[in-house]
């Protein structure tokens, strides 16, 4: 049955982790060959593979497109492991690990498409991933538009062109949180003989792209598979062999990798991930609620309040939801007074990524969001990411930055 016509209770926010606590504990482990191994996997370093023949290497090297160790540029085997979790995390069927989120984004563009080729971005996207478009893929004879995130298939229609083969998704958008439709989306690329990307790092674990029609699913392992901040790394995953092939040729053909140590770190990370996720989501709801009452804020864009456009397709489609949010105050706070409010938190760092164990708030205002179509937040806005302190600590501490807002 079609994802978009099930019957589905909401999600209730920290429960839909718990199906995955089993699996993330259990997997990525090494199995014991002998008695007395340790329970996590090795990590090994290494550039050159020796073999004891040269037939033995010829083998291997033919087998470098199912996780065989040729040479460390195209992978190693902490790598590998890490991506047959992935694959599995994600319902794919191969994951290619690469150096950072930002170029698990650009990369999936630059395997897939070709010069002459048409992209749709929508306009919420993670703000380098359209920089790379318009800049660098530009450069290389592809060509861009912006759809409005939440814009139905008629609308859809006018944006498409003969040559388009991409149409790439991110749910929920960046800063604005719009959910969007991805059956529909798929649907739509499909009969337009184009690829669904979507970047998933928000609805890791929480929303399964390939049930829901995705070709291409992207992650930031920076932010919750690491969990710790001390990690840059991106994935990508594929659900056909096919297009494996394409996604892995293009791999060894860059000498696109990930450190074996960078790599051990996520695989660590993922074993804690289902916790730390289940109780980011539900401080990040309570705050979210919290914060939706407080005079100084016009809106709180958060999928799982029903104001949050796209609310009912997060219901419909995602089993939870993460610790990431947007928050919009009313008009009249000026982005300089938020600013001042903002450098008073004294438990919310002031950066840029998310998904680790600590709070951080990000400033949204000022044309980050969009470059083409009304969304952008009217009032100064802010993004919040939640850690793993104690929400009524949190609490308190934006109540201090309140304080300091009307006092100023
Ligand atoms: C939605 C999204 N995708 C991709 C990235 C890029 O990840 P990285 O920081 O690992 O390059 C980010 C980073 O903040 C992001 O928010």
Redesign the pocket.
Known sequence: MPAEHKEKAAPVIGEGWKKLATFLAHSGRQVPERPGSFVNFPVSRGSTVVFPTIADMEAQGAQAYDHQLVYGAMGNPVQHELEKVLAQLEGGQHTQIVN??????TFALLAFLKAGEHLLLPDSV?G??RRFAVNFLKRLGVDTSFYPPQANEAELESYIKPQTRAVFA?SPG?HTFEVQDIPMLARFAHKHGARLFV?N??GIGAFQPFEHGVDVS?Q????YPSGHADV???AITVKTNEDWRLLRRAAIEFGASGGPDDCWLVLRGLKTMAVRLAQQARSAFELACWLKERPEVAHVRHPALPDCPGHELWKRDFSDASG?FGVELVKGITPEAMGKMLDSLTLFGIG???GGYESLVLPTTGGLTRSHHPGEPEGSAFRIQVGLEDVEDLKADLAGGFAKLTHS
């Open positions: 950072s989120g930002l170029a698990a984004c993670y380098p991933t991110e960046s970047d790092t928000w992207i930031a392992l920076t932010k840059i790394l991106g990431l840029a990524s998310w």
